[in-house]
């Protein structure tokens, strides 16, 4: 039995989502099909269940072709490293990636919050010249940010932020970034760098937010660490009759938070499930 279905394709590995009735040895032989017809897909695993929590995990078996889970990926001018199972990476964000990108200045400091193995800060740094923050609670999606800073040579304009987004913030917002050690993964061991010290963090021009699927927003962290003019990048999931009920979501917390805000487009940003999108708020604050 051939499979007619369609595959998810992150680099060097195809991942494909069998029917539960299927059968390992169904499963191998749509796999050598897989391999036989993409030459550069060297591993065929099957993902099992969905994406799960805040660290973004999901689980496979490995299927057929090489033995690993570890991915190269291209895009944007840009590669990246990481794992399958304990990293999340999504490529069908990589438009995302690049528009974001184009939208920033020369001279802006961006936070990225929920940066995983860093495609959204690199792809930032790479494109624009700009200075990036990147948070990520997920401990080995840092070591691959790590090495992916490293790949793409941008060790002087991207700094790792590990942790959870609500206590680096508050870190951040009390200027204690040249205390901590938050930014020490990809400067050198000497004198911290001018851009690290505490009262360069006052208010990031640009704060973007490629959030998990959660019920919390976490806007209190991005307006605590915007200033006037600051531009945010805001993603969540609804359905499709459910945008405006988003777009009061986010007027809602702004006005929680004493902060006046300017919404500048919403736009849809790709189906995650049947009916339901993944959208891309704009706003500014005034």
């Known amino acids: 039995m051939i499979f007619q279905r369609a595959f998810d394709r992150i680099g060097n590995i195809a991942i494909v989502n069998f029917p539960n009735s299927a059968k390992l040895r169904d499963k191998k032989q749509f796999a050598k099909k897989i391999l036989n017809e993409n030459k550069s897909i060297k591993t065929v695993l099957e993902k099992k269940g969905k994406i799960k929590g805040r660290l973004r995990k999901i689980t496979?078996?490995?299927?057929?072709?090489?033995?690993?889970?570890?991915?190269?990926?291209?895009?944007?001018?840009?590669?990246f490293r990481f794992n399958i199972n304990t990293t999340y990476f999504s490529p069908r964000l990589s438009n995302e990636r690049k528009e974001i990108s184009d939208k920033i200045k020369k001279f802006d400091k961006v936070l990225v919050m929920f940066a995983g193995v860093g495609p959204f800060s690199i792809v930032i740094a790479r494109n624009s010249q700009a200075n990036v923050v990147s948070n990520e609670i997920n401990r080995e999606a840092n070591k691959y940010a790590k090495l992916n800073i490293e790949l793409n040579n941008v060790k002087n304009r991207v700094e790792l932020a590990p942790g959870d987004i609500k206590r680096v913030a508050k870190m951040l917002k009390k200027g204690n970034a040249k205390k901590s050690k938050i930014f020490g993964a990809t400067k050198s061991k000497t004198t911290p760098s001018r851009r690290s010290r505490g009262k360069d963090f006052a208010g990031f021009d640009v704060i973007v937010m490629p959030r998990p699927r959660l019920k919390d927003s976490f806007l209190k962290e991005a307006f605590m660490l915007s200033k006037k003019g600051t531009r945010i990048y805001y993603y969540d999931f609804c359905k499709v009759d459910e945008i405006k009920d988003i777009k009061e979501k986010i007027l809602r917390e702004a006005k929680k938070h004493k902060k006046k805000i300017k919404i500048l487009n919403i736009k849809p940003?790709?189906?995650?499930?049947?009916?339901?999108?993944?959208?891309?708020?704009?706003?500014?604050?005034?």
Request: glycine content about 8%; aromatic content about 10%.
């Open 60 to 79: 496979t078996d490995y299927i057929a072709g090489e033995k690993t889970k570890e991915v190269l990926y291209k895009e944007n001018g840009c590669v």
């Open 269 to 286: 940003a790709g189906e995650i499930a049947p009916y339901t999108i993944r959208i891309r708020v704009d706003f500014q604050v005034d």
